[in-house]
Protein backbone atom coordinates (compact mmCIF):
# COMPACT_ATOMS: atom_id res chain seq x y z
CA UNK A 1 0.00 0.00 0.00
CA UNK A 2 1.18 3.87 -0.86
CA UNK A 3 -0.62 4.95 1.97
CA UNK A 4 -1.76 8.73 1.74
CA UNK A 5 0.31 10.59 -1.45
CA UNK A 6 0.39 13.99 -2.40
CA UNK A 7 0.84 15.53 -5.06
CA UNK A 8 2.94 18.45 -5.72
CA UNK A 9 5.90 17.99 -2.98
CA UNK A 10 6.75 21.42 -3.58
CA UNK A 11 4.84 24.86 -5.15
CA UNK A 12 5.32 28.35 -5.97
CA UNK A 13 2.42 30.37 -6.81
CA UNK A 14 2.03 34.06 -7.39
CA UNK A 15 -0.68 35.93 -5.61
CA UNK A 16 -3.88 35.27 -6.93
CA UNK A 17 -3.13 32.26 -8.53
CA UNK A 18 -5.38 29.30 -7.89
CA UNK A 19 -3.90 25.61 -8.02
CA UNK A 20 -5.19 22.41 -6.61
CA UNK A 21 -3.41 20.53 -4.01
CA UNK A 22 -3.77 16.57 -4.44
CA UNK A 23 -4.44 13.89 -2.42
CA UNK A 24 -5.16 10.67 -2.52
CA UNK A 25 -5.34 7.18 0.03
CA UNK A 26 -5.37 3.74 -0.78
CA UNK A 27 -6.32 2.14 2.35
CA UNK A 28 -10.46 2.84 2.30
CA UNK A 29 -10.54 4.96 4.95
CA UNK A 30 -13.46 7.14 5.47
CA UNK A 31 -12.64 10.35 6.98
CA UNK A 32 -9.71 12.36 5.08
CA UNK A 33 -8.52 15.62 6.30
CA UNK A 34 -6.11 18.76 5.43
CA UNK A 35 -3.96 20.30 7.81
CA UNK A 36 -1.87 23.74 7.28
CA UNK A 37 1.14 23.39 9.32
CA UNK A 38 3.10 27.18 10.47
CA UNK A 39 5.62 27.57 12.78
CA UNK A 40 4.61 28.09 16.30
CA UNK A 41 1.33 26.77 15.45
CA UNK A 42 1.25 23.18 15.43
CA UNK A 43 -1.28 21.42 12.83
CA UNK A 44 -4.77 23.75 11.92
CA UNK A 45 -7.33 22.16 10.71
CA UNK A 46 -8.71 23.47 7.17
CA UNK A 47 -11.56 20.76 5.73
CA UNK A 48 -12.52 17.45 6.66
CA UNK A 49 -14.58 14.61 5.21
CA UNK A 50 -16.42 12.09 6.50
CA UNK A 51 -17.03 10.17 3.31
CA UNK A 52 -17.73 10.52 -0.42
CA UNK A 53 -19.92 13.50 -1.06
CA UNK A 54 -19.45 14.66 2.65
CA UNK A 55 -17.36 17.84 3.01
CA UNK A 56 -17.38 20.26 6.41
CA UNK A 57 -15.33 23.19 7.33
CA UNK A 58 -12.57 23.25 9.92
CA UNK A 59 -10.78 25.89 11.91
CA UNK A 60 -9.38 27.62 9.07
CA UNK A 61 -11.35 27.34 6.12
CA UNK A 62 -11.24 30.66 4.43
CA UNK A 63 -9.82 30.59 1.32
CA UNK A 64 -10.03 26.78 0.72
CA UNK A 65 -12.04 24.83 -1.09
CA UNK A 66 -12.74 20.72 -0.91
CA UNK A 67 -14.79 18.21 -2.63
CA UNK A 68 -14.81 14.44 -2.16
CA UNK A 69 -16.09 12.33 -5.05
CA UNK A 70 -14.52 9.29 -4.39
CA UNK A 71 -13.52 7.58 -1.03
CA UNK A 72 -9.74 7.49 -2.06
CA UNK A 73 -9.39 11.10 -3.59
CA UNK A 74 -9.70 14.33 -1.24
CA UNK A 75 -8.18 17.70 -3.67
CA UNK A 76 -7.82 20.73 -1.62
CA UNK A 77 -8.32 24.27 -4.08
CA UNK A 78 -6.64 27.60 -3.56
CA UNK A 79 -9.33 30.22 -4.71
CA UNK A 80 -6.83 33.41 -5.20
CA UNK A 81 -3.81 32.34 -3.53
CA UNK A 82 -2.88 35.00 -0.82
CA UNK A 83 1.12 35.25 1.18
CA UNK A 84 -1.04 34.40 3.84
CA UNK A 85 -1.32 30.80 2.48
CA UNK A 86 2.35 30.18 2.62
CA UNK A 87 2.35 26.95 4.97
CA UNK A 88 2.97 23.28 4.45
CA UNK A 89 0.02 21.78 4.04
CA UNK A 90 -0.65 17.93 4.92
CA UNK A 91 -3.34 15.09 3.75
CA UNK A 92 -4.24 12.99 6.85
CA UNK A 93 -6.71 10.02 6.32
CA UNK A 94 -7.98 7.56 9.06
CA UNK A 95 -11.28 4.76 9.70
CA UNK A 96 -13.24 6.97 11.51
CA UNK A 97 -12.91 10.49 12.31
CA UNK A 98 -11.79 12.42 15.72
CA UNK A 99 -10.00 9.65 18.45
CA UNK A 100 -8.30 7.61 15.64
CA UNK A 101 -4.90 7.27 14.54
CA UNK A 102 -4.84 9.26 11.52
CA UNK A 103 -2.26 8.41 8.48
CA UNK A 104 -0.73 11.66 7.06
CA UNK A 105 0.93 11.92 3.99
CA UNK A 106 4.69 13.48 3.28
CA UNK A 107 3.48 17.27 2.97
CA UNK A 108 2.65 19.93 0.23
CA UNK A 109 5.04 22.95 0.97
CA UNK A 110 3.41 25.84 -0.38
CA UNK A 111 5.27 29.36 -0.77
CA UNK A 112 2.87 32.68 -2.12
CA UNK A 113 4.96 35.59 -3.73
CA UNK B 1 -5.03 30.88 20.57
CA UNK B 2 -3.83 27.00 20.61
CA UNK B 3 -7.12 24.69 22.59
CA UNK B 4 -3.69 22.75 23.30
CA UNK B 5 -1.02 23.90 25.17
CA UNK B 6 2.70 22.22 25.33
CA UNK B 7 5.57 22.73 27.18
CA UNK B 8 8.06 23.26 26.30
CA UNK B 9 8.19 24.74 23.51
CA UNK B 10 12.18 23.69 22.41
CA UNK B 11 13.63 20.46 24.72
CA UNK B 12 17.89 19.69 24.01
CA UNK B 13 19.22 17.36 25.87
CA UNK B 14 22.57 14.55 26.26
CA UNK B 15 21.76 11.09 25.24
CA UNK B 16 20.84 9.39 28.58
CA UNK B 17 19.21 11.79 30.34
CA UNK B 18 15.25 11.97 30.82
CA UNK B 19 12.63 14.22 29.62
CA UNK B 20 9.15 15.63 29.93
CA UNK B 21 6.85 17.07 27.54
CA UNK B 22 3.64 18.19 28.85
CA UNK B 23 0.11 19.03 27.08
CA UNK B 24 -2.49 21.33 28.64
CA UNK B 25 -6.05 22.12 27.99
CA UNK B 26 -9.24 23.63 29.69
CA UNK B 27 -10.92 21.61 27.66
CA UNK B 28 -11.98 17.93 27.62
CA UNK B 29 -11.24 15.69 25.37
CA UNK B 30 -12.42 12.31 24.46
CA UNK B 31 -9.10 10.98 23.39
CA UNK B 32 -5.73 12.38 23.40
CA UNK B 33 -2.65 10.99 20.71
CA UNK B 34 0.58 11.99 20.59
CA UNK B 35 2.70 12.27 17.65
CA UNK B 36 6.44 12.84 16.27
CA UNK B 37 7.21 14.46 12.89
CA UNK B 38 10.70 14.21 11.84
CA UNK B 39 11.75 16.98 9.28
CA UNK B 40 10.30 16.83 5.78
CA UNK B 41 7.38 14.52 6.81
CA UNK B 42 4.36 14.04 8.11
CA UNK B 43 3.49 13.25 11.70
CA UNK B 44 3.20 9.62 12.51
CA UNK B 45 1.19 8.27 15.70
CA UNK B 46 2.83 7.01 18.87
CA UNK B 47 -0.15 6.82 21.23
CA UNK B 48 -3.83 7.02 21.65
CA UNK B 49 -4.98 7.73 25.50
CA UNK B 50 -8.45 7.58 25.88
CA UNK B 51 -9.43 6.67 29.48
CA UNK B 52 -8.66 9.63 32.82
CA UNK B 53 -5.45 8.41 34.54
CA UNK B 54 -4.61 5.71 31.67
CA UNK B 55 -1.02 5.17 31.59
CA UNK B 56 0.52 3.94 28.76
CA UNK B 57 4.03 2.40 28.00
CA UNK B 58 5.81 2.40 24.55
CA UNK B 59 9.54 0.84 25.03
CA UNK B 60 11.15 3.86 27.04
CA UNK B 61 8.29 5.97 26.36
CA UNK B 62 5.36 6.57 28.87
CA UNK B 63 2.47 8.14 28.27
CA UNK B 64 -0.09 9.86 30.87
CA UNK B 65 -3.73 11.07 30.18
CA UNK B 66 -4.78 13.07 32.92
CA UNK B 67 -7.78 12.13 35.33
CA UNK B 68 -10.16 14.90 34.20
CA UNK B 69 -8.84 14.29 30.44
CA UNK B 70 -7.80 17.56 30.22
CA UNK B 71 -3.90 17.23 30.50
CA UNK B 72 -1.45 14.49 28.97
CA UNK B 73 2.54 13.98 29.50
CA UNK B 74 5.01 12.52 27.37
CA UNK B 75 8.28 11.24 29.46
CA UNK B 76 11.31 9.74 27.79
CA UNK B 77 13.48 7.62 29.75
CA UNK B 78 17.30 7.36 28.95
CA UNK B 79 16.69 9.50 25.63
CA UNK B 80 18.66 8.79 22.43
CA UNK B 81 19.50 10.66 19.84
CA UNK B 82 16.82 8.84 17.61
CA UNK B 83 14.41 10.12 19.77
CA UNK B 84 14.96 13.73 18.37
CA UNK B 85 11.76 15.36 16.41
CA UNK B 86 8.71 17.39 17.04
CA UNK B 87 6.31 15.88 19.32
CA UNK B 88 2.63 17.32 18.95
CA UNK B 89 -0.11 16.14 21.03
CA UNK B 90 -3.68 16.14 19.89
CA UNK B 91 -6.99 16.21 21.47
CA UNK B 92 -9.91 14.39 19.49
CA UNK B 93 -13.49 15.32 20.16
CA UNK B 94 -16.51 14.12 17.47
CA UNK B 95 -15.11 14.64 13.91
CA UNK B 96 -11.94 16.77 14.62
CA UNK B 97 -8.59 16.86 16.43
CA UNK B 98 -6.84 19.61 17.65
CA UNK B 99 -3.24 20.24 17.92
CA UNK B 100 -0.54 21.69 20.03
CA UNK B 101 1.68 23.73 18.56
CA UNK B 102 4.47 20.48 19.45
CA UNK B 103 7.50 20.60 21.30
CA UNK B 104 10.78 20.46 19.68
CA UNK B 105 13.03 17.73 20.98
CA UNK B 106 16.72 16.97 20.43
CA UNK B 107 19.10 14.70 21.69
CA UNK B 108 22.60 15.01 21.42
CA UNK B 109 24.76 12.64 21.25
Known amino acids: NAGVTQTPKFQVLKTGQSMTLQCAQD?????MSWYRQDPGMGLRLIHY???????DQGEVPNGYNVSRSTTEDFPLRLLSAAPSQTSVYFCASSYYPGAYEQYFGPGTRLTVT | TQLLEQSPQFLSIQEGENLTVYCNSSSVFSSLQWYRQEPGEGPVLLVT?????EVKKLKRLTFQFGDARKDSSLHITAAQPGDTGLYLC?????????FGAGTTVTVRA
Open chain 2, 90 to 98: AGGNDYKLS
Open chain 1, 27 to 31: MNHEY
Open chain 1, 49 to 55: SVGAGIT
Open chain 2, 49 to 53: VVTGG
